[in-house]
């Protein structure tokens, strides 16, 4: 999207909130959203980030500055008509329970006056695009789970294709597993719709995730900190940011760059077929180097080539074939999975090494522990020492996300933060 | 006791009893009229009165105490005042039987308003809902069920208290049980109240009724 380049997209200039009881909900804040780009509001409870989102779309007006959407002052606006070009999404979905999900997400189509034929067509569509089955359109959303409720409302949120989507905590409250399903969905939207989004959120972890940039907000509305993931966590402004991101930082770093961004070597090894007997290995290899692995530990695979488990080649049973032999638990990764995952598998892995697999899931290598240390101690350098991006807004968050999976956000920000 | 329910039996069933101006048919007809009009005014009033305040949430003071002051109020005395003032018609009686609908239309209306979900009215609001749309397209929606609770309500006691007509002369089924009172005649008084009894409870049952087929798509707790 050449256009979004650097193009501020909602901008807050000096804007505070002060409420008739005394309470600052933002205090003189100044920010600049760039277009296309997913920017992260976090902070605990209280801190505001709520408000400056509702700010965006006249569900609150500030006490004082200015709010400008695409350029023009937010007030200018009739408040309806502004939100109706605004994509909002909020925490239990806020969906219509009287109406079916088809129409739920038709509202907007139907309150711009599109026709209803037109308006069902297009929510069918993003029904599709959420990952919903087009049957579920006929149901009422009280006979959806948690998860299928937020997608409807992510769906209605992008029914009349608006360049601007404000998300307020969408998924604070489904489970885990949901919501990290849910974020991936968002990430694969995001990469091809590009929209400018706003996200509130008061888990770091998600943040960190999702986000181009990352503005943290302290008790009183007061912004401390406006930045990319890896800056944020190799540079916090203040103890207060640093308290925030938590003791785990390194590791949250290492959560943001894929295996294959960081150029992690593998090396081939010659693994074992389950369907070998076992008289036929031989301990301490088997024409293919260990290098890297510890003990005589061997890759189990399946006649395909995909690996199973690990397999103790020095303590074999009598007879059979490697599939009778015990294996211990193996999981396969890919150039896409991130530093912090192959980390973590190598720490569980009996073998301290972790087998890669090609995009068809079949074994290409393994990686030793201390290789992967390495390789992430390199990358952590280069992100801590990288110069700040221009102020205004991250190059990398109006210009193309490239990365072929959900990971690839940080695809981009390694590139700037490494070259 | 067992002659007087078959008196009473006798006299539900005479064919005698059916016909005619003073007959049971023409006296549920009135009874009808009456209640239905009494009823339909009241809604004509107290809804609008119960979305206003359940949209704007202001004066809700009025909404939660006018319910208490409706149970308060005398009707036979309201009938008494309006006939002192306005002579004899059939103003007394609507006015006493309207002020009875009102309260509980209004009182279940603006609970009907308020139990709508605010993460809903908000997201109506959000996607770019005016205040009107929000209102007629969201709120007045899912407030259906309680509204629909209080106009069956109001129906039932209207219904009930509509015999007051005949104190003033008017007619409907009061008719019986005044004219029985005066007469000494137990079972034609008994036959009255019967007759009001069924009308009230099979009203009641048909708006039921049509509440489960409206509401049939909601969540068990929001019917």
């Avoid at chain 1, 969905?185 to 509130?200: G, S, Y």
């Avoid at chain 1, 949250?252 to 960081?262: H, V, W």
Wanted: with cysteine.
């Amino acid at each position: 999207m050449q256009s979004g380049k650097g193009l501020r997209m909602i901008s807050f200039e000096a804007v505070s909130k002060h409420y008739p009881n005394g309470t600052t909900a933002v205090d003189d804040l100044t920010l600049e959203l760039p277009e296309g780009g997913l920017t992260v509001l976090v902070g605990s409870s209280g801190c505001g980030k709520t408000t400056t989102l509702r700010m965006i779309n006249r569900m609150v007006d500030p006490s004082a500055g200015t709010v400008r959407v695409a350029g023009r002052d937010v007030r200018d606006s009739d408040a309806a008509e502004l939100r109706r070009s605004i994509g909002y999404v909020i925490q239990q979905s806020g969906l219509f329970p009287h109406r079916t999900v088809l129409d739920n997400i038709a509202t907007v189509p139907l309150l711009l006056g599109w026709g209803r034929r037109k308006a069902r067509s297009r929510a069918a569509e993003l029904l599709e695009r959420v990952g919903l089955e087009a049957e579920s359109g006929d149901r009422y959303p009280h006979q959806l789970s948690g998860g299928q409720q937020q997608r409807v409302g992510v769906a209605r949120a992008l029914a009349a294709d608006p360049p601007v989507l404000l998300m307020d905590e969408p998924f604070g409250a489904v489970d885990p597993v949901v919501r990290t399903q849910l974020q991936d969905e968002l990430l694969r939207l995001q990469r091809d719709l590009r929209k400018t989004v706003v996200f509130v959120t008061h888990d770091i972890d998600e943040a960190v995730r999702l986000g181009d940039r990352i503005a943290v907000f302290r008790t009183g509305g007061r912004l401390v900190q406006c930045a990319p993931p890896a800056r944020l966590l190799t540079r916090p402004a203040d103890d207060f940011v640093a308290g925030f991101l938590g003791a785990e930082r390194g590791l949250k770093l290492l959560s943001l760059t894929t295996l294959g961004e960081a150029e992690v070597p593998h090396e081939p090894v010659t693994p074992v077929r389950t369907d070998e007997p076992v008289a036929e290995i031989r301990v301490g290899g088997n024409g293919g180097s260990y290098e890297g692995t510890q003990g005589n530990w061997r890759v189990a695979v399946t006649p395909d080539g995909a690996p199973v488990g690990w397999l103790d080649a020095g303590a074999l049973p009598a007879g059979g074939t490697a599939g009778d032999a015990g294996l211990l638990p193996l999981r396969p990764l890919r150039d896409e999975d991130s530093l912090l995952a192959a980390l973590d598998e190598s720490v569980s892995s009996p073998a301290r090494a972790v087998a890669r697999v090609d995009g068809d899931g079949v074994l290409s290598g393994v990686t030793g522990q201390a290789a992967l240390h390495e390789r992430a101690a390199v990358h952590h350098t280069a992100a801590a020492t990288a110069e700040p991006a221009e102020p205004g807004g991250e190059p990398g968050a109006g210009g193309g996300r490239s990365g072929q999976e959900v990971t690839g956000t940080g695809a981009v920000r390694t590139a700037e933060a490494t070259s | 006791m067992l002659q007087l329910l078959a008196d009473l039996a006798r006299w539900l069933t005479g064919p005698a009893q059916w016909q005619g101006s003073g007959g049971i048919a023409v006296r549920l007809l009135e009874h009808l009229e009456y209640s239905l009009l009494a009823t339909l005014a009241g809604a004509v009033l107290a809804l609008p009165l119960g979305l206003f305040i359940g949209h704007t949430r202001r004066f809700a003071f009025l909404a939660i105490n006018l319910a208490g002051f409706g149970r308060a109020l005398p009707t036979v005395g309201l009938v008494t005042l309006v006939f002192l003032a306005g002579g004899l018609s059939m103003w007394p009686v609507y006015v006493a039987l309207i002020a009875l609908a009102v309260p509980v239309i209004v009182t279940n209306t603006y609970a009907g308003m308020t139990a709508v979900d605010p993460d809903v009215t908000d997201a109506a609001r959000g996607v770019g809902m005016t205040g009107p749309q929000v209102l007629f397209k969201v709120e007045l929606p899912l407030a259906l069920p309680l509204v629909m609770t209080g106009l069956r309500l109001a129906m039932i006691q209207v219904v009930s208290t509509a015999t007051i007509a005949a104190y003033v002369s008017f007619g409907g089924l009061g008719r019986y049980i005044f004219d029985g009172l005066a007469q000494r005649d137990l079972v034609q008084v008994l036959g009255g109240a019967v007759l009001v009894a069924v009308v009230a409870v099979l009203l009641d049952l048909a708006m039921a009724g049509l509440q489960r087929s409206l509401f049939r798509n909601r969540p068990a707790d929001a019917r």
